[in-house]
């Protein structure tokens, strides 16, 4: 029979929340992306994305994302303040998830504050 290596439950607990994090980065790329072509010329659609027939798909999978990112971020901060015993064997560990955790959930206010807060001016940077 062979042995199975043991697992580093400190390596999971890292994947799992930068699987948590990963759409806040997502969605406000598309929103920088958006914002930064818009901001070439307001008033045409020179220099905007062409995503075609996929403009509403896109514009919702970010809306829905942004709404999301804020939920999945306080579960990363759950799981690593619930798991803290785990992660300060690792000294450097506990407080890089919390800095990281930090940084995105702030990212994600303001992706949200963007987004949410009147006319979503990134949705222009794509036709």
Not at 40 to 68: C, H, Q
Request: hydrophobic share 50%.
């Amino acid at each position: 029979m062979q042995e199975q290596a043991p697992t580093d439950t400190t390596s999971q607990y890292g994947r799992k929340i930068a699987w948590l994090v990963l759409p806040t980065w997502i969605a406000l790329s598309l929103e920088l992306l958006g914002g930064w072509r818009f901001g070439m010329d307001t008033y045409s659609g020179k220099y905007a994305v062409r995503v075609g027939p996929f403009y509403s798909a896109l514009v919702g999978f970010v809306l829905a994302i942004v709404v999301v990112s804020p939920l999945l971020i306080v579960e990363g901060f759950r799981t690593v303040l619930s798991h803290r015993a785990i992660l300060q064997a690792r000294k450097w560990l506990f407080p890089k998830l919390t800095l990281v955790l930090a940084v995105s959930l702030l990212a994600s206010m303001a992706s949200c504050i963007w987004s949410c807060g009147g006319h979503p001016t990134w949705t222009n940077g794509y036709k």
